[in-house]
């Protein structure tokens, strides 16, 4: 799932860097990232990454702009009702259902708390590089 790795390895590093980005991914305010904050992380950054002119719906139209070469994919594991548009519900819903948060969350709570801190995130971006250099290529 390249996409969701980079989306959340796009979310991480702005969470260590500014205290703005990790309070608002910090929904409760305990300083940590929880398994349900992850994931609504996730799609959020789903959000900001397709949905182009801000409207709460990701359209073909939208996913195919950043995606051209897409096997459509994204949009068919998404969209629960195959109204070929995708909501936040629906996106929300694929990431919860996903393992890959769970994943990113045991790899990267060291002191196994069931959350991750801000140093925790900083530690795992610098054990996962070439997720942010597929960053950097917007890919
Ligand atoms: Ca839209
Ligand atoms: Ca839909
Ligand atoms: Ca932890």
């Not at 989306?7 to 349900?36: I, M």
């Not at 994919?73 to 769970?102: I, K």
């Not at 995130?121 to 597929?134: C, F, G, N, Q």
């Amino acid at each position: 799932m390249p996409l969701t790795v980079a989306v959340l390895a796009g979310l991480l590093p702005a969470c260590v860097r500014e205290e703005k980005a990790f309070t608002e991914l910090d929904l409760n305010h305990d300083h940590r990232l929880s398994l349900s904050e992850l994931q609504d992380a996730v799609a959020t950054g789903v959000f900001n990454t397709y949905d182009a002119d801000r409207d709460g719906v990701i359209t073909k139209a939208e996913w195919r702009k950043k995606d051209p070469a897409g096997d459509g994919s994204f949009m068919r594991q998404r969209d629960l009702n195959r109204d070929g548009h995708l909501t936040r519900g629906e996106v929300s819903l694929y990431a919860r259902r996903q393992g890959f948060c769970h994943d990113v969350l045991s790899q990267a709570d060291r002191n196994g708390n069931g959350t991750i801190d801000a140093r925790e995130a900083k530690i795992w971006i610098d054990d996962h590089p070439e997720v942010l250099e597929r960053m950097k290529l917007g890919n």
